[in-house]
């Protein structure tokens, strides 16, 4: 996820930048640049690649007396990882950095380019100086324009802006997007979060949605609610949870509207990715990945067929490149994966397109080499994943498959506007869904505390709640060590059934929108077996020796998105009980380059 600094004061400011920057770094970035401002004179400076390669792009630069500057890494969402596409972006006498994205930026592109406004990148964030020096056109008041300016964007944003008309401060906005101001001995800190601002600022103001002012060095106590910095790096890194898996958990709801913004309106889903003509050939699909990704392709496998009426295969990718599998010429291969870097998903990948098959790819890493391998990508926007155990890039695939499942239904016309609307409404309130809610995650804090022995857990659920079983058994298992697999649920009867007694821990997904009542007869079967059962559902279970109680939602896809946050949550909290390294599980890797 990109990252922001900024300085207004007396420091050498490259340095100061580049150190801000660099506590950034475990965001994850692709290009970084800075622009600094003093004596009048706007210096900027971006590269590709590692903060090493912006040093040596400003070697030779060095900052002296009063100025205001500003620093970026990268995360590109918007146009490739390119030095052109990097931030600062700058017009005539301005210079600008954005975390988020401007969802109608096209528009404002094509208008200024109605007034011969010329641009040099494909990003998003370019509108923004360009609108604001134009509407400086028409107004002396610097302040004036940039408000203008900032009324006319559409989305999500972390902004600061410098501009010659104005030397001795910067202009700032928050909408979506993180944004620290911060005050020390030398000066005035801005930053996205308040790890680079640790041993320069004392006091910070974390500000809310819908801030937007400019900041010089007299106006730091205007700001309301100023709070003392606490020192601790780590702490300042996680954003105060105690494991990065636990912040990737809680930072799902937002991660997932950046997934959706710009590709939704309220006519339609829509990916400026995909040129129009991609799916006219295509009458089916296969999906492959691995671990958690492929857990995300099986999920999508029940929304592709039942949204776009599409058939679709889903394949284990290491299971793929051997199977010699036959494809069909109007098949589409569609790869999913985190890091983009996975050698089995990425030899699958290569394998078919020997064969000469449209590509697609939904990764989260651009740039990477199954992003430069498939036809096609979608971004999935998660920001960097620390945790091993996949979370919020899970949360993000699903989100992204969801949406192409009906991107293709109205392609094909298998949705009628009246139900893509009613989809794109459960969408919206699935996200909502995400958000974890305290007294549910100290409800399963409590609860861990029964379910750290017995001799195996199974995870079951029907339809897509199945693949989101097979995730929460492979979530338990990665960080606790514990025995667990997942089952559909009517498949027990078949052969696992045996295993159920009082030491079986069964964990039972039950949505209520969707097959509640055949679920609930093969928990019966279960408990009938002395199995421990802890149920997930909204609705009360006699039966049942534990639950969690779910909110009452109206679809089950807002259950399944509720429902993976309980079942992260509930592996998150065994394995801190077992005193394990829940960030770095033993013998796993978060990015697996070997066969
Ligand atoms: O980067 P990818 O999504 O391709 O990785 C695939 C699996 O290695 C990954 O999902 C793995 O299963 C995770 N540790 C799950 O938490």
């Known amino acids: 996820m990109c990252g922001i600094v900024g300085y207004i004061g007396t420091r050498e400011k490259k340095s100061l930048l580049l150190h801000g920057l660099k506590e950034l770094e475990y965001r994850g970035y692709d290009s970084a640049g800075l622009a600094v401002l003093e004596q009048e004179e706007l210096h900027v400076f971006r590269a590709t690649g590692k903060l090493k390669n912006l040093e040596h792009a400003c070697k030779d630069f060095v900052s002296e007396g009063f100025g205001v500057a500003i620093g970026h890494t990268r995360w590109a969402t918007h146009g490739k990882p390119t030095e052109i596409n990097a931030h600062p972006h700058t017009a005539t006498f301005s210079s600008v950095i954005h975390n988020g994205i401007i969802e109608n930026y096209q528009e404002i592109k094509q208008n200024l380019m109605d007034k011969n406004v010329v641009f040099c990148s494909q990003t998003d964030t370019e509108v923004i100086v360009h609108l604001f020096e134009e509407n400086l056109k028409e107004t002396s008041h610097t302040l004036e324009a940039f408000k203008k300016t900032i009324h006319s964007l559409k989305g999500a944003y972390a902004i600061l802006l410098i501009t010659q008309e104005a030397p001795k401060g910067i202009y700032y906005a928050k909408q979506g997007s993180p944004l620290v101001i911060g005050q020390g001995p030398d000066g005035i800190y801005f930053s996205s979060s ?54 990737e958990i809680y930072e799902q709801h937002k991660v997932l509207l950046e997934t959706m913004m710009g590709r939704m309106d309220e006519e339609e889903v829509y990916f400026e990715e995909i040129n129009d003509d991609f799916f006219t050939d295509i009458q089916r699909i296969t999906i492959c990945a691995c671990g958690t990704s492929y857990h995300a392709a099986l999920s999508a496998s029940y929304l592709f ?61 651009d740039n990477s080499s199954i992003v430069r391998e498939a036809d096609t990508t979608l971004l999935t926007r998660a920001g960097i994943e620390k945790g091993v155990a996949s979370t919020k890039a899970f949360a993000t695939q699903m989100m992204v498959l969801w949406m192409l499942a009906l991107y293709i239904g109205q392609k094909k016309e298998t949705i009628s506007k009246e139900e893509s609307k009613k989809e794109r409404a459960i969408m919206l309130r699935a996200i909502e869904a995400a958000k974890v809610l305290p007294q549910t995650h100290e409800k399963i804090r409590r609860l861990s505390k029964r379910y750290l022995h017995g001799h195996g857990f199974f995870f079951i659920g029907r339809d897509i709640f199945y693949p989101l079983a097979l995730e929460g058994a492979l979530k338990l298992k990665e960080i606790s060590y514990l025995h667990a697999e997942g089952y559909p649920s009517g498949d027990m009867k078949h052969g696992p059934i045996a295993l159920a007694d009082s030491n079986l821990f069964t964990i039972a997904l039950m949505p209520r929108n969707l097959l509640y009542d055949k679920v609930k007869s093969n928990v019966e079967e279960l408990a009938a077996r002395d199995a421990t059962i ?51 599980p033993r013998n796993l890797a978060k990015s697996v380059t070997v066969e």
């Not at 600022?201 to 003392?228: P, Q, R, W």
């Not at 020796?545 to 509720?562: A, G, N, P, Q, V």
């Open 534 to 584: 802890c149920a997930i559902s909204s609705l009360e279970l006699e039966v049942a020796d534990d639950i969690i109680i779910l909110k009452e939602h109206s679809s089950y896809m807002e259950e399944f998105f509720e429902m993976m946050v309980v079942l992260q949550l509930f592996a998150l909290e065994v394995s801190i009980r077992l005193g394990n390294d829940v960030d770095m």
């Open 194 to 247: 308040d790890a680079p601002l640790i041993g320069y600022a004392t006091h910070v103001c974390y500000l809310e949605d819908g801030a937007i002012g400019f900041m010089d060095n007299d106006s730091f106590s205007s700001l309301s609610d100023i709070k003392t910095l606490n020192s601790n790096r780590l702490y300042a890194q996680k954003e105060g949870f105690r494991y990065f898996m636990e912040k």
């Open 305 to 365: 067929e039942r949204i776009a009426k599409i058939k679709c295969n889903v394949a284990i990718a290491s299971e793929w490149r051997y199977k010699e599998p036959i494809v069909e010429h109007d098949e589409l291969f569609i790869v999913v994966s985190q890091s983009g870097e996975t050698a089995d998903t990425l030899e699958a990948l290569k394998n078919i397109k020997t064969q000469g098959l449209k590509t697609l790819a939904i990764c989260n890493v």
